[in-house]
């Protein structure tokens, strides 16, 4: 089999501080600082490295940028795409990827090693990714296994999190690919081009109803939550942490296809004021909903593991095979059918993921931007605003006491009409202070779903990208006799593949996008309406107490 | 006849600089100079002094503070108050008010010479006041004649305005009472206790139409304003400063018994802009509704001139008598008639006093804490408010453009409501900005007037509280054969007068408070109403722009 290695640097840099927990083979590294590559194969969003000092250990790959040699004459790199490697997982140690080289995204990464790979290789047999896995360009999506995590618990997890697993089960050759196929889904012509094939009834789950639990006698706590799903609608519990569980697997097997949105932030602080509680848990719901209307995530096996585990030991079993799925990164491509469709052409696509591409980086702005005036909106709704409210009520008030103790008779109307008129002001600010959580709460949280899903796409749409420039390429190298023909031919349907799942993608976003919209401006400004509204009505009561003369 | 003066002093301090103006026989002063008084018998507000290069000029009576001595034994002083003067006006250099010594508010004062007269004085006779005449306490109110005038139109003013004409016309011996106490009136007793006598037709004005006009060959221009009376419906011209002397004339006559608010503050800079003018229209209209609404006030021979003057020479004729008038200051009292109402318990009348004291100090504030509130809530409605719905207006605009570059076919409906939100929230933008025009304005109008107003209420009250003191001393005086029992009496009959006189106005002040404030609270939420509506309103159509699903 070939997986595509060229020597383009073992060497580092270190981008941010990071300390290493001890027990768990870190290393500690230091922002600047210059380390060698040991083993890129670690998975996981690690690697092994060494430092000046010789001392090794894993980092965390965000935590690094390679050092990228630039070539004079790129034909040199191209050159070794085809340098072909043992089954047996063991990766020279210029084993980098090539298309890296070609990346914008240098400090990111995804493994292309599919989207090329000439016809006859066994793609069950792919031994391991080339280094580095599957869509982890975007900082915020690393979740350092074992590092400030949400107390893993321990007797759940046989097998540690902390990496190694994609190395140590590589020997055990092949990954058990149950469903095969099925596991993914065909894209399917429609008005708007290539879409996902969508189930017929539409999955759906409620989280609610989270507990606090305790282990170890009482001296950890944690959160447990319910998890619904519309189609058994029997409940599964689930931590945080399963859920992060669930997000890492998601994003190791689909993110080179699918945007997969981070989860909610973890907060360590404070993590059981119920109001940090009841965010998280709405937020978990929406990144769950999320998943459930992805026609592909929803019929995954893991994430139906995930929704529908019969038992402890089913999950422990269903655990462990997820995490040995070895057709993650571009191998999911593998699994895609576009059935019938017709090669795509190249330049049309090119255009399109261009358009895409400016299409998100403009609502990453939008979406930003709203962001930035909603919360400052909001500090304004829930500070200055309502107290400038209660001190007009308070005003009215006060004058009002101070017309009563005037002594003149015949103007307890005036007064009581006055104490209303303020009272009604100091209720109109609490209903101010209050709004931001009836309206502008589900904008925001709508358009920071939106930001962090845009913040995937840039790492989505790169593989795409990657994988048509090499197919670009690919007439220089049968000119050359580097590739066959017949290679050429595999490499361009494969391309065409990945083309049509990435529009498949794009209309899905879209389709949400509009119904996501849609929904909230409307959630949003029937709120607002029933605001002003009741403040008219409020304002109209406090009016009709005023003697008419 | 008698008047009061005891030695207190011919000395005074410097308050303030004040520049002479050329041709006018003033004297430039510096803060903190002692000058002599040479004779504080000037009028409209003017002292002539003596600077320490012997200089003599007039000065404004407000801008010096006269060095007070104080007494050992009161009774020195007391001793003075039935000094006699002369017919002819001429008062001693030691005519100062003894009064003064026992007021709380030094640097202010009023002349009471009136109260506490024996029988069997001819008011009518009254030469001139003590200094200083007729409730000059408010600096405020103080607006020298000549200075930073509104350029004043000479061709009008035969009499010279800058003081003079009470000492030069003292001599010509009596003043035109016209009319006599059918230009006061009567209080009556009422349910609220005494009250002015209303007339039956409540007169009304309209000031309206400001015309620039010009003169000099147009080197000076002005503002002259149409003043309509709703009596006559004849219209009749007036520039500012004939308000400005009708308010002075009003305040040296009727000052000590009944509040003349301030005309609303003159402004040189940018006198000629439309907002600077409608602006003092509308307070000028304000002023003159609240003049008109007094019985007392509207009913006197100079207001009535102000209004309906025939022609110039009327007008003339009527400036130059009003000007001699000295019916004023405390001498008003004397044309008061409490017909058949019994004389007051002194007792009850002081503690009706300091009650209405205590409340206008209350009110004081209550009123000038919601103008503070309401210039912020102002700022914030016409600032940062507008500017945010702006952004967000903006921002809808901005998403909605965004997406119409999506590509994606089918989602017009989505960005045409988005974008009519986006415009709706720019005009709720816009409404917002504006609104405050149309309701705080209002709200902030009356209190600013009523800030006046109250301000006027201690010198009004002063007058009173001291004309008690000083009946309330009249046993000692009598025991010490000061006075006689008759005198003692006369005094006793006259500070009921006063008293019947300022309970007249105690009510007349709180009937149109409770008019006044009915009023503008129900304007303000009328408003307020209608602008939440039409926001509710425009969401709403906002709202049924986006497509339900």
Same mark, same amino acid.
């Given at each position: 089999?070939?997986?595509?290695?060229?020597?383009?640097?073992?060497?580092?840099q270190?981008?941010?501080?990071?300390?290493a %927990?001890?027990?768990?083979?870190?290393?500690?590294?230091?922002?600047?600082?210059?380390?060698?590559?040991?083993?890129q194969?670690?998975?996981?969003?690690?690697?092994?490295?060494?430092?000046?000092?010789?001392?090794?250990?894993?980092?965390?790959?965000?935590?690094?940028?390679?050092?990228?040699?630039?070539?004079? @004459?790129?034909?040199?790199?191209?050159?070794?795409?085809?340098?072909?490697?043992?089954?047996?997982?063991?990766?020279?140690?210029?084993?980098?990827?090539?298309?890296?080289?070609f990346?914008?995204?240098?400090?990111?990464?995804? +493994?292309?090693?599919?989207?090329?790979?000439?016809?006859?290789?066994?793609?069950?047999?792919?031994?391991?990714?080339?280094w580095?896995?599957?869509?982890?360009?975007?900082?915020?999506?690393?979740?350092?296994?074992?590092?400030?995590?949400?107390?893993?618990?321990?007797?759940?997890?046989?097998?540690?999190? +902390?990496?190694?697993?994609?190395? +140590?089960?590589?020997?055990?050759?092949?990954?058990?690919?149950?469903?095969?196929?099925?596991?993914?889904?065909?894209t399917?012509?429609?008005?708007?081009?290539?879409?996902?094939?969508?189930?017929?009834?539409?999955?759906?789950?409620?989280?609610?109803?989270?507990?606090?639990?305790?282990?170890?006698?009482?001296?950890k706590?944690?959160?447990?939550?319910?998890?619904?799903?519309?189609?058994?609608?029997?409940?599964?519990?689930? #931590?945080?942490?399963?859920?992060?569980?669930?997000?890492?697997?998601?994003?190791?097997?689909?993110?080179?296809?699918?945007?997969?949105?981070?989860?909610?932030?973890?907060?360590?602080?404070?993590?059981?004021?119920?109001?940090?509680?009841?965010?998280?848990?709405?937020?978990?719901?929406?990144?769950?909903?999320?998943?459930?209307?992805?026609?592909?995530? +929803?019929?995954?096996?893991?994430?139906?593991?995930?929704?529908?585990?019969?038992?402890?030991?089913?999950?422990?079993?269903?655990? #462990?095979?997820?995490?040995?799925?070895?057709?993650?990164?571009?191998?999911?491509?593998?699994?895609?059918?576009?059935?019938?469709?017709?090669?795509?052409?190249?330049?049309?696509?090119?255009?399109?993921?261009?358009?895409?591409?400016?299409?998100?980086?403009?609502?990453?702005?939008?979406?930003?931007?709203?962001?930035?005036?909603?919360? %400052?909106?909001?500090? #304004?709704?829930?500070?200055?605003?309502?107290?400038?409210?209660?001190?007009?009520g308070?005003?009215?008030?006060?004058?009002?006491?101070?017309?009563?103790s005037?002594?003149?008779?015949?103007?307890?109307?005036?007064?009581?009409?006055?104490?209303?008129?303020?009272?009604?002001?100091?209720?109109?600010?609490?209903?101010?202070?209050e709004?931001?959580?009836?309206?502008?709460?589900?904008?925001?949280?709508?358009?920071?779903?939106?930001?962090?899903?845009?913040?995937?796409?840039?790492?989505?749409?790169?593989?795409?990208?990657?994988?048509?420039?090499?197919?670009?390429?690919?007439?220089?190298?049968?000119?050359?006799?580097?590739?066959?023909?017949? @290679?050429?031919?595999t490499?361009?349907?494969?391309?065409?593949?990945?083309s049509?799942?990435?529009?498949?993608?794009?209309?899905?976003?879209?389709?949400?996008?509009?119904?996501?919209?849609?929904?909230?401006?409307?959630?949003?400004?029937?709120?607002?309406?029933?605001?002003?509204?009741?403040?008219?009505?409020?304002? #109209?009561?406090a009016?009709?107490?005023?003697?008419?003369?």
């Amino acid at each position: 089999m070939f997986t595509y290695a060229c020597l383009v640097s073992t060497q580092a840099q270190v981008l941010y501080d990071f300390a290493a %927990e001890l027990g768990n083979n870190e290393l500690s590294i230091r922002e600047g600082e210059t380390i060698t590559i040991t083993n890129q194969n670690i998975g996981g969003g690690w690697i092994e490295a060494k430092n000046s000092r010789g001392e090794v250990g894993l980092v965390p790959e965000d935590y690094i940028e390679v050092i990228v040699v630039s070539f004079d @004459d790129p034909s040199i790199c191209l050159k070794c795409i085809i340098n072909e490697v043992g089954t047996d997982g063991e990766v020279t140690s210029n084993g980098n990827n090539p298309w890296t080289v070609f990346d914008n995204n240098a400090s990111g990464g995804f +493994s292309n090693n599919w989207a090329a790979q000439p016809e006859g290789t066994e793609t069950g047999k792919t031994s391991s990714n080339a280094w580095p896995s599957g869509g982890h360009g975007h900082p915020q999506a690393y979740q350092g296994p074992g590092a400030e995590d949400d107390e893993w618990d321990e007797e759940w997890d046989d097998v540690k999190s +902390s990496g190694g697993y994609a190395e +140590s089960e590589a020997g055990e050759g092949g990954a058990i690919n149950r469903g095969g196929a099925h596991d993914w889904t065909y894209t399917q012509e429609s008005q708007v081009g290539p879409v996902w094939a969508y189930p017929d009834y539409q999955l759906d789950c409620v989280v609610a109803d989270p507990k606090k639990g305790s282990k170890l006698y009482g001296l950890k706590s944690y959160i447990e939550y319910q998890v619904t799903p519309t189609t058994t609608n029997k409940p599964v519990n689930h #931590r945080y942490k399963h859920f992060d569980w669930l997000y890492e697997r998601l994003l190791e097997k689909y993110g080179s296809a699918i945007p997969i949105p981070c989860l909610p932030d973890k907060q360590v602080a404070g993590r059981f004021e119920d109001e940090f509680i009841k965010m998280r848990m709405e937020r978990l719901q929406g990144w769950m909903t999320r998943m459930c209307r992805h026609p592909v995530i +929803s019929s995954s096996e893991v994430f139906q593991l995930f929704l529908s585990y019969k038992d402890e030991k089913d999950w422990k079993m269903g655990k #462990r095979k997820a995490e040995k799925d070895e057709t993650v990164g571009v191998m999911v491509f593998s699994t895609i059918e576009p059935e019938g469709l017709p090669d795509l052409d190249l330049i049309e696509v090119e255009q399109k993921c261009e358009q895409f591409n400016r299409f998100t980086r403009a609502m990453d702005d939008g979406v930003k931007d709203l962001l930035t005036i909603g919360n %400052e909106h909001w500090k #304004r709704c829930t500070g200055p605003l309502p107290k400038e409210y209660q001190r007009i009520g308070k005003a009215f008030q006060n004058l009002s006491s101070v017309f009563t103790s005037s002594g003149y008779e015949g103007e307890a109307a005036l007064t009581d009409a006055l104490t209303a008129a303020g009272k009604t002001y100091e209720e109109i600010a609490q209903m101010v202070a209050e709004q931001p959580k009836k309206d502008l709460h589900f904008l925001m949280e709508t358009n920071n779903e939106y930001k962090g899903l845009l913040g995937c796409f840039p790492d989505t749409v790169g593989v795409h990208k990657a994988a048509i420039e090499k197919v670009k390429e690919a007439d220089k190298l049968v000119a050359a006799g580097k590739i066959t023909p017949s @290679d050429k031919t595999t490499m361009s349907k494969r391309a065409s593949t990945m083309s049509y799942s990435l529009q498949a993608e794009m209309n899905h976003f879209h389709s949400n996008r509009i119904y996501d919209y849609n929904r909230v401006m409307q959630q949003y400004l029937e709120q607002q309406v029933k605001f002003y509204e009741m403040i008219a009505e409020k304002l #109209r009561h406090a009016h009709s107490q005023f003697t008419t003369m």
